[in-house]
Each structure stands twice: as C-alpha cells, then as structure tokens.
C-alpha cells in the first residue's frame, strides 16, 4: 500500500494514509469535535475507524477518555495501529477487527459513547467512485445498520453522535426517535443562507426526555477562502459547541 502522510488540527494529529482513494478530512474533524462527555475516563469507539483520522483528532482534544476504533479492513486496521504509534496514544487508543454487520455479544452495551461517519451513498444511487473510496462513500451496509450496531454497543444512556449527509435525516432521526432521547441535530453549511449538506446527530441510548433540538448550525467559510472564527478554532483543536447561545 502506498502511503501518504497528512496533518490534522494544526498538525498535533499526524495521519499515514493511503495516497490513492479516499483520505480522511473535514467530516473526520468536525465529528472529532462534536464528541462531548459526562465524566473524563469515558470509553468511546469509533464505527469504521478507517486510518483513524476522527479516532485520533478525538484523542487529541479528550485526552483522559479512552478509545477503541473498530475496522473491517484488516490492512487499514494495521495503518491505523501505526498511527498510533505516531501520535503517541498507545496507553488511551486501540484498534479491533469488526465489522458493523455482526452485533457481536462481548460489544454489547460497552462503550460510553459510539461515533461513527457512516458510507454516505448506496451503490445504486451514485455513478462509480474510485476503487480506493468505495467503503468510505458507498454503503454494502445500509445505514439502519450502522444505526443498529451502534445503538448496539453504546451503554444504557450512553451517547452516539454521528456525522452524514443532510438528506439522510429523516432516517436517521426515525430511528432514533423511540430508541434515544436529548436529540440534538447541527447542521453544517459551507455559508451563510446555504443549504447544509451534512448534519451532525446526538442523542442518549433509552431516554426519553427532551423535545429534538434543532441547532442553527455551524457556518464553515465567511468567504471564498476566508474560515468563520468557530471553523478556523475547530480546525485548531477545539470543541464544537453544543451551547444554543453560543451558536451564532
């Protein structure tokens, strides 16, 4: 595999990627920011962890939290354990070979809190993409079952977060309405008065307290090159904010 290596967050996360297909990015980044927690020790995992671009963005900003990423790609998952070497996490971030088709029973309800940047693009729903970026963008696995699996392995009250694209909301909030609760949907735009085209979606395994919390969203760009001040800090290292007065 032919590598290329990247910088995340300023450069304090460092990333060997493959150079060819697809490399980990913006999306990465800002689900790395949008994970919260109730206490420091919590245990995260990462659905489809690929090179660990949000696994490691995620370690560098929550550094008494500990993380599992979980790939199917037996050669990714090796990149990704490599990368922890790089970034110096080996005490707080591990890998394991999963796939998120198998419910395994040892996964069930243990984790604090699962994230995940599930395939965005069923096969039959978008022309051909490269070889190299066929499990990052086009789902064999459908997103109910990304949805199953991490609702799967998240603890009783514990939160999932995930980042996907703006049109699938509809079914991701369908499915999470009778099994979560403390909803909390932002949307991403690339400038203000833009449609967003990706959400970001919270919400807390078996509560049932909470209207759905629709936020104003995060602005990327002021202008053409130019980042919004809450974009450029995430871009740095720091937390999305959940906080509805901080959001404008």
């Known amino acids: 595999m032919s590598l290329k290596r990247s910088w995340l967050l300023k450069e304090r996360v460092v990333l060997d990627q493959p150079s060819e297909g697809y490399r980990a990015g913006l999306d990465a980044v800002l689900l790395a920011a ?10 995260l995992l990462e659905a489809g ?32 354990a490599s990368n922890i070497a790089l970034n110096n996490v080996a005490g707080r ?10 419910r395994s029973q040892h996964l069930l309800n243990g984790f604090d809190h699962v994230f995940s940047n599930p395939p965005y693009f069923r096969p039959d729903a978008i022309q051909a993409v490269h070889p190299g970026r066929q499990g990052a963008y086009l789902a064999d696995v459908g997103l109910e079952d990304w949805l199953k699996f991490m609702l799967h392995t998240v603890r009783p009250r514990g939160r999932i977060t995930l980042i996907h694209r703006a049109g699938e909301l509809a079914r991701i ?10 909803i909390e949907i932002m949307p991403i735009r690339s400038r203000r008065g833009m449609p967003a085209k990706r959400v970001i979606v919270t919400g807390r395994k078996g509560l049932r307290r909470g209207e759905v919390l629709l936020h104003d ?22 937390a999305l904010s959940w906080n509805q007065e901080d959001l404008n």
Do not use: W
């Not at 949008?34 to 245990?43: F, G, M, S």
């Not at 971030?93 to 198998?102: C, I, Q, R, T, Y």
């Not at 053409?224 to 720091?238: F, S």
């Open 34 to 43: 949008a994970l919260r927690l109730n206490k420091p020790d919590e245990r």
């Open 49 to 80: 962890c690929g090179a660990g671009g949000a696994l490691f963005c995620a370690a560098s900003r929550l550094s008494e939290a500990h993380f599992t990423g979980l790939e199917r790609d037996s050669a990714m998952l090796e990149l990704t």
């Open 93 to 102: 971030v591990s890998v394991v070979l999963g796939d998120v088709a198998d």
């Open 173 to 182: 909030l369908g499915f999470m309405e009778s099994r979560f609760g403390e």
């Open 217 to 238: 969203g995060l602005v990327l760009f002021d202008g053409p090159d130019q980042p919004t001040a809450r974009a450029e800090a995430i871009y740095a290292g720091g």
